[in-house]
């Protein structure tokens, strides 16, 4: 990823693991929407809230290119590759210490109200997500 929007540094750790020893693959997951609710919050954007609503997912996607063990060092890097009516699709790389790709994909969330109701992004809510 040339330019991401956001970046946040993360640790793997000793709970992220399996049995085996190596990150347990789900966490990819956890480390993409903790860097995802980084942005937004930085950009004064309402992530959940019961009476207001949030942007729950409806896709994801990841390819795995290489392993995490506890310890390892990690960095997630976001851009936002589309903007819908009520859609948001981030597109996402978790690069290792190495500085290589050790997972990518993509997520397709909407904007919803608090009855889970799709609603329009606001003109405001555009703006601050450029």
Not at 31 to 47: D, K, M, N, P, W
Request: contains cysteine; aromatic residues 10%; proline residues 4%.
């Amino acid at each position: 990823m040339e330019n991401p929007l956001h970046r946040s540094p993360g640790e793997v750790s000793f709970a992220d693991t399996d049995a085996s020893g190596w990150m347990h693959f789900p966490n990819i997951f956890r480390f993409v929407e903790a860097a995802e609710h980084q942005f937004l919050r930085s950009r004064g954007i309402l992530v959940f809230d019961r009476s207001q609503g949030g942007w729950p997912r409806v896709k994801v996607s990841c390819d795995y290119k290489r392993p995490f063990q506890c310890g390892d060092s990690y960095e997630v890097q976001l851009e936002i590759t589309r903007i819908g009516a009520a859609s948001l699709t981030w597109s996402f790389e978790v690069i290792n210490a190495a500085g290589e790709v050790a997972a990518f994909g993509s997520m397709t969330n909407v904007r919803v109200d608090h009855q889970g109701k799709a609603t329009l992004i606001t003109d405001d809510e555009r703006e601050r997500l450029k």
